[in-house]
């Protein structure tokens, strides 16, 4: 599943550095081209949008259920350290898994803005690090 939503951001990227160094109408060989009609050749191409805002972090679906999946799999160690959250965050964290959903994460004691933000920015770097795993095993076997 990483692979597959990773595809169309990297896309994303490329048209928007592709459309700031050439322009628009470079890209698509139309003189009079802009960027809907960028949109409408390139309908593989994801924007992701926010789904949610929980205490003031936006979160998409992707990124909410990555953080899900990463505070129900992590023990108070990870979330205290590699998380960098209050101990008291994870502790509520740990008592509560498996945390159903992101209004229940949210709700947790000590549980706020910057500890979502912190999970967030843990439960990406731990999905990148689970996709390198995954690719760098599936190179050697």
Known sequence: MQCTTRAPMLALIL???????TGCAELSGDPAAGPAT???????VVHPTPVGYWDGVAFTDDE???????VNQASLSELDTEAGIDLRAAKSIVAAQP????HTLSALYFVGEVTLSL???AAARHAEERTLAWSAS???G
């Open 15 to 21: 048209v928007v550095l592709l459309s700031l160094s």
């Open 38 to 44: 960028l949109d409408a050749s390139a309908p593989h």
């Open 99 to 102: 945390v159903a959903d992101m």
């Open 119 to 121: 999970l967030k920015k």
């Open 64 to 70: 909410a259920a990555s953080l899900l999946r990463y």
């Open 138 to 140: 599936a190179v050697r």
